[in-house]
């Protein structure tokens, strides 16, 4: 089955920029579908950073003033997540998903596990 | 940006009972809508789509409904694995995907 696993440091400097990546097995992500990225701060609700569709199409979040950027490595199965000039308030558990299906419907049924990262001198 | 806001932001409900959550968007996403259930140290799992289509594997106790601005998740016989907190999500206008702020379900 599809299976997503985060990687990525678990304590970013601020001011530096958050690097995590997404490997995705049990499928090919060249054959389809979008891949995003959503974030949890502690003990609060979830958060949509942004999208990828395998072509290298991507959609984010304004909230986000253009500090994030999302690519994908076909070659490797997998994409990343970048996002610059942290702050504290960017600590939080990242997840990456799969959107579901190829139609209008912009959810997500198959997720990674999470990965926290915190944002601390 | 379109505003989910879910109610109540928690739910004490007894195993066995009707559980019912409400989402509400500050302006109308049709039938744009999905439910998602979180349990601790745990990712989302997609419950509902498209405001009431049963994700694959989900039992038939979960169910939503509404349209345009008003949505219920209803869970009809609470089992224990069900205590959980709940997210709203639209994708009728995005970017930005935007998700409630989620609605506690605690065991009564």
């Known amino acids: 089955q599809v299976q997503l696993q985060e990687s990525g440091p678990g304590l970013v400097k601020p001011s530096e920029t958050l690097s995590l990546t997404c490997a995705v097995s049990?499928?090919?992500?060249?054959?389809?579908?979008?891949w995003g990225w959503i974030r949890q701060p502690p003990g609060k609700g979830l958060e949509w950073i942004g999208v990828?569709?395998?072509?290298?199409?991507?959609y984010d979040n304004p909230s986000l003033k253009s500090r994030v950027s999302i690519s994908v490595d076909t070659s490797k199965n997998q994409f990343s997540l970048k996002l610059s000039s942290v702050t504290a308030a960017d600590t939080a558990v990242y997840y990456c998903?799969?959107?579901?299906?190829?139609?209008?419907?912009?959810?997500?049924?198959?997720w990674g596990q999470g990965t926290m990262v915190t944002v601390s001198s | 940006e379109i505003v989910m806001t879910q109610s109540p932001a928690t739910l004490s409900v007894s195993p066995g009972e009707r559980a019912t959550l409400s989402c509400r968007a500050s302006?109308?996403?049709?039938?744009?809508l999905a439910w998602y259930q979180q349990k601790p140290g745990q990712a989302p799992r997609l419950l509902i789509y498209?405001?009431?289509t049963r994700a694959t594997g989900i039992p038939a106790r979960f169910s939503g409904s509404g349209s345009g601005t008003e949505f219920t998740l209803t869970i009809s016989s609470l089992q224990s694995e069900d205590f959980a907190v709940y997210y709203c999500?639209?994708?009728?206008?995005?970017?930005?995907?935007?998700f409630g702020g989620g609605t506690k379900v605690e065991i009564k």
């Open positions: 998903a799969r959107k579901y299906g190829s139609g209008s419907v912009v959810a997500f049924d198959i």
């Open positions: 049990g499928y090919s992500i060249s054959s389809g579908y979008y």
């Open positions: 990828i569709y395998h072509s290298g199409t991507t």
């Open positions: 302006q109308s996403v049709s039938g744009n």
């Open positions: 498209g405001a009431s």
């Open positions: 999500q639209q994708y009728d206008n995005w970017p930005p995907l935007t």
